[in-house]
T-cell receptor, first 114, second 115 residues
Framework: DAKTTQPPSMDCAEGRAANLPCNHS???????VYWYRQIHSQGPQYIIH?????ETNEMASLIITEDRKSSTLILPHATLRDTAVYYC???????????????WGLGTSLAVNP | NAGVTQTPKFRVLKTGQSMTLLCAQD?????MYWYRQDPGMGLRLIHY???????AKGEVPDGYNVSRLKKQNFLLGLESAAPSQTSVYFC??????????????FGPGTRLTVL
């Protein structure tokens, strides 16, 4: 199974962009990268996902390197409410592609400071 | 549209007691999941279901049973609770359009303590 590596913690000033890196060097060609976040022990919240193209939605942007071995989640204007643990996850297929699961790591604890 | 709800929010059990955690979703999702989250560890999949009447084991299924009698509900049972099952339990659901992407939507969690 593909695994991800993230820094355990990061800081960001309010109003600035937060760039959260993730390494997934063993990712396979058909495995998606997902980002979720978890605010203060609430249920994880979906942010964005991608396969090989860069993606953007109302919450964030996802930049995936051309070799797909790493990605960066960008929160363009971080607010105090963005303080959370951010998980970079690879969705893997198994059972001949009939099933899939998310492989969760420990995430990055992002602190947005005033 | 409530999304994914979990009942109860908190529970304290004594070793050997049994209980059932209820997860309900109103998004007509096919897939449902039960995870546990422990300090210093990522979420670990306990059991999952790909549709009404089906269940399958995840990474850490021992000590748990599940049932999916209705599409909108997914029950997690502990027949004889142990202190090692003290954890926060999250339910999630996803729509599964074939082999495409499937974003999971999570409930608020159930905090279970086994004494």
């Amino acid at each position: 199974d593909a695994k991800t590596t993230q820094p355990p913690s990061m800081d960001c000033a309010e109003g600035r962009a937060a760039n959260l890196p993730c390494n997934h060097s063993t990712i396979s060609g058909n495995e998606y990268v997902y980002w979720y976040r978890q605010i203060h022990s609430q249920g994880p919240q979906y942010i964005i996902h991608g396969l090989k193209n860069n993606e953007t939605n109302e919450m964030a942007s996802l930049i995936i390197t051309e070799d797909r071995k790493s990605s960066t989640l960008i929160l363009p204007h971080a607010t105090l409410r963005d303080t959370a643990v951010y998980y970079c996850i690879v969705r893997v297929l198994y059972n001949a592609g009939n099933n899939r699961k998310l492989i969760w790591g420990l995430g990055t604890s992002l602190a947005v400071n005033p | 549209n409530a999304g994914v709800t979990q009942t109860p929010k908190f529970r304290v059990l004594k070793t050997g007691q049994s209980m059932t955690l209820l997860c309900a979703q109103d998004m007509n999702h096919e897939y449902m999941y039960w995870y546990r989250q422990d300090p210093g560890m990522g979420l670990r999949l306990i059991h999952y279901s790909v549709g009404e009447g089906t269940t399958a084991k995840g990474e850490v299924p021992d000590g748990y049973n599940v049932s999916r009698l209705k599409k909108q509900n997914f029950l997690l049972g502990l027949e004889s609770a142990a202190p090692s099952q003290t954890s926060v339990y999250f339910c999630a659901s996803s729509y599964s359009p074939g082999q495409g992407t499937d974003t999971q939507y999570f409930g608020p969690g159930t905090r279970l303590t086994v004494l």
